[in-house]
């Protein structure tokens, strides 16, 4: 997998606003957000897209979304809801090709999404 914008922000050689962090999973505010509350939970070791995912990160994918179900109740807006998501390659949207979930919440959400 080629080096991406996500590698260079886990390696610190971008700045980005990191608001978690564990062994595993970073997590930091949306360039461009879509939501008040717009966080990325990326995993540290690079998978590029959902396709890529197999058995062997089932965990890690299930510490991906903890962590952000977790920040979401920590700060306080877990009772009254919140999105998250994974675009997948063209069609789903995906311009980072490295696997990351979209925590987005402070609005409420339309569906079907556009
Ligand atoms: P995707 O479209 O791949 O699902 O999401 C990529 C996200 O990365 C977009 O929401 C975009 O705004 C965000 N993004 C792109 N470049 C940067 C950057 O340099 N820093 C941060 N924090 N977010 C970025």
């Known amino acids: 997998m080629s080096d991406t914008l996500f590698a260079k922000i886990i390696r ?12 595993e999973v970073l997590a930091f505010r949306d360039i461009n957000p ?13 998978i590029a897209t959902l396709n890529d995912v197999g058995e062997a990160d089932a ?7 903890l ?3 977790r920040w979401a109740k ?4 877990a009772e009254r809801g919140y999105r998250c998501v994974l675009n ?7 311009t980072v090709f490295h696997l990351h979930l979209h925590l987005l919440a ?4 339309q569906w079907p999404p556009g």
């Open 12 to 23: 610190r050689d971008i700045p980005a606003d990191i608001v978690y962090e564990d062994d």
């Open 34 to 46: 879509q939501a008040p509350v717009h966080v990325l939970f990326v995993p540290k070791r690079p």
């Open 59 to 65: 965990a890690l994918l299930g510490k991906l979304v």
């Open 67 to 69: 962590a952000a179900a």
């Open 74 to 77: 920590q700060q306080g807006f």
């Open 88 to 94: 997948c390659n063209r069609d789903g949207g995906q």
């Open 106 to 109: 402070g609005r409420a959400m």
